[in-house]
DNA sequence: GCCGTTTTCGGCCCGACTGTTTTCAGTCG
């Protein structure tokens, strides 16, 4: 059994315990060792053999006897247990919004429901309110909460988030009574999926009506969900839920802090806190209740902004996109946080097409917008033969776009365009062009857009296959993943990026819009595993090319440098470095 | 169930909003 199908057992037994009513610490010990384990890079199973499982951070004895089970025997005595005593209807119920495990539990109890269509039809009957904590509006909230939960999936791909949330605070920015205000929660963390979308502002108390009102009907609200003083929730048009939340200007970078999360980056900080003698919330520092027990109690800081408050905690600055609890705290202690990799930093691009193929634009009109947004140079990647869907090129016109480019290139000065082509991986692994063609490009860009429904062990060995080839250097959109609707087709990454650093071959960042498919963790492992990760927009279109910056805010949040970024380096840098991967 | 800068017990982050209450539990982030 695989890491993310361990994690995943993990992550049920501790929602089968809250709705059993157990120790919530217990259930939330279960919670933080399958996101341990989801965050493994290293191979399970080798973790499980060497017995360093138990070593894991939030893994102690009994939950790695689960673990171990689980990797040797593909299944656990404790989890089928829990299953037995706890309908599994009822784990369905805990993602519809508002349903935690007290009421499905409740509900279990005293109507008998087991599921979601159980709930919809007794809440449709009137049933719910006639029970003791629920009412009227508890039942609207259900039937409102399911239909929402049958119709989206409740996340979206971080550019289209992204979209939404600036336009909400773009709006709220306009108004003079905004102070500071800032995307907050996973967008400003960069995850390639996003829950919801935070805003957080301070603003004076006496205009926080005013700024609230706007807010709850700002045009693309479709609907309000909560509406407080300081608080407010509201779904927007597409399906994205949105909250604002209100502070003074004193309150706002602990509030800003705060928003931006991840969970478990704030519970550490708070644990630090604690050890300093403070009890940190979304407001400030204050003195822990029985700080005198728990250490000395110092003097309270005022903070200015997010710095002061790491600086206040003797740590460095943390960018947001490092705050998973996934190491940053000890490195910003140490002092050793990365040097990100920023947008600025990007000199050009490999992965996009033209009007040869299924592209929009033609040639010039691409090399016009690298050049607006001040690039050095452009790399083409036009489909090959065998991508009849996308317009793939026959050897003829791979010779006339060569010859194209040639002609080009002699009429730019400080200018490059690179000859590429994004090659189709055969469902045998063996590529789409002959070696005779594939010599006749600066590089190859490879990807998999046929029989997406292999095993995960025959697409790996496909893909690593390929990626072998002597004129590959590098792999195009890694996990096929095209929308959030559609899964990624199976494959193991971390032996993908392991083969990666044997071949000296590249990885990309695929920065398209509904093609952001590169999480964070694997970028991670592939900075590890000294793997170079090229950002690459996949454009189609002149104005597709700015997508890069999606894929930098993946790349910063996998701890990318600027040199783990190919195209980062100037035009001549990668002419070395295309040439030193074929050879 | 996990953990340890007062360690093998006794904590485990903290506050807003909602809906149901008449002082609070549940959910969410």
Redesign the pocket.
């Known amino acids: 059994m695989n890491k993310n199908a361990v994690a995943a057992i993990l992550e049920e037994m501790g929602s089968l315990l809250?709705l059993q009513g157990a120790?919530p610490?217990?259930a939330?010990?279960?919670y933080?060792?399958a996101r341990t384990i989801e965050g493994l890079t290293r191979d399970l199973q080798g973790v499980v053999e060497s017995g360093e499982i138990?070593d894991?951070?939030?893994?102690?004895?009994?939950?790695?006897a689960i673990v171990t089970e689980l990797v040797t025997t593909g299944r656990s005595r404790?989890h089928a247990e829990l299953r037995a005593a706890v309908p599994g209807g009822l784990l369905e119920m805990?993602k519809?919004?508002?349903?935690?495990?007290?009421?499905?539990?409740?509900l279990y109890e005293k109507l008998q429901i087991k599921g979601v269509d159980d709930l919809e039809k007794a809440a449709r009957a009137g049933r719910l309110?006639t029970l003791?904590?629920?009412?009227?509006?508890?039942?609207?909230?259900i039937l409102r909460?399911i239909e929402s939960y049958r119709t989206s999936s409740g996340r979206s791909l971080y550019p289209a988030a992204a979209e939404a949330g600036e336009a909400v605070l773009a709006s709220l920015r306009s108004l003079k009574e905004v102070q500071r205000s800032e995307l907050a929660?996973s967008i400003r963390r960069k995850k390639e999926v996003i829950?919801?979308v935070?805003i957080v502002l301070s603003a004076r108390d006496n205009h926080r009506a005013r700024i609230m009102e706007a807010f709850v009907t700002h045009p693309r609200v479709e609907r309000?969900?909560?509406?407080?003083?300081?608080?407010?929730?509201v779904m927007l048009a597409g399906g994205i839920?949105c909250?604002l939340?209100i502070v003074t200007d004193e309150e706002y970078p602990f509030a800003l802090h705060?928003?931006t999360?991840s969970?478990e980056h704030?519970?550490a900080m708070?644990?630090r806190?604690?050890?300093f003698g403070w009890?940190?919330?979304?407001?400030g520092f204050?003195k822990?209740?029985g700080g005198?027990?728990?250490?000395?109690a110092r003097r309270m800081v005022r903070c200015a902004s997010e710095a002061d408050i790491y600086a206040a905690l003797e740590l460095a600055f943390v960018p947001p996109e490092l705050r998973e609890n996934a190491g940053e705290l000890e490195a910003a202690e140490e002092g050793t946080l990365p040097e990100l990799v920023e947008e600025k930093d990007i000199r050009g691009t490999f992965h996009c097409h033209t009007d040869y193929s299924d592209g929009v634009n033609t040639l010039e009109e691409m090399v016009q917008a690298a050049r607006a947004l001040g690039w050095r140079y452009l790399g083409i990647g036009d489909h090959s033969k065998g991508a009849a869907y996308a317009g793939g090129l026959s050897a003829e016109r791979v010779r006339d776009q060569c010859r194209h480019i040639d002609r080009l290139n002699a009429s730019l000065k400080d200018f490059t365009v690179f000859k590429g082509t994004e090659c189709d991986i055969l469902p045998s692994g063996e590529l789409d062009w002959p070696d005779r063609v594939l010599a006749s490009f600066d590089y190859v860009v490879i990807s998999v857009h046929s029989s997406f429904k292999m095993s995960e062990a025959d697409m790996t060995r496909r893909i690593i296959r390929a990626l072998k080839h002597r004129y590959v250097t590098m792999l195009g959109h890694p996990t096929g993943r095209l929308l959030l609707s559609r899964e990624a087709y199976p494959v193991d990454m971390v032996k993908v990026i392991d083969a990666a650093a044997d071949y000296g071959k590249m990885i990309e960042i695929n920065a398209h819009p509904m093609r952001l498919d590169l999480d964070w963790r694997l970028v991670r492992y592939a900075r590890e595993k000294k793997v170079l990760v090229p950002i690459n927009p996949d454009a189609h279109t002149t104005d597709g090319l700015a997508d890069v910056r999606h894929g930098v805010g993946i790349a910063r949040k996998g701890w990318l440098r600027k040199g783990d970024v190919p195209n980062t380096r100037s035009a001549a840098e990668v002419t070395k470095l295309f040439a030193s991967i074929r050879s």
């Open positions: 809250e120790n610490f217990k939330r010990a279960f933080t060792a138990a894991q951070k939030g893994i102690g004895k009994s939950i790695a404790e805990l519809i919004q508002g349903m935690g495990p007290k009421k499905a539990k409740i309110a003791e904590g629920f009412g009227q509006k508890s039942q609207e909230n909460g929660g829950g919801d935070d309000v969900v909560a509406r407080g003083e300081t608080k407010s929730s839920a909250d939340r705060y928003f999360g969970k704030n519970v708070r644990s806190a604690l050890r009890s940190l919330n979304e407001y204050s822990a209740a005198e027990k728990r250490g000395k």
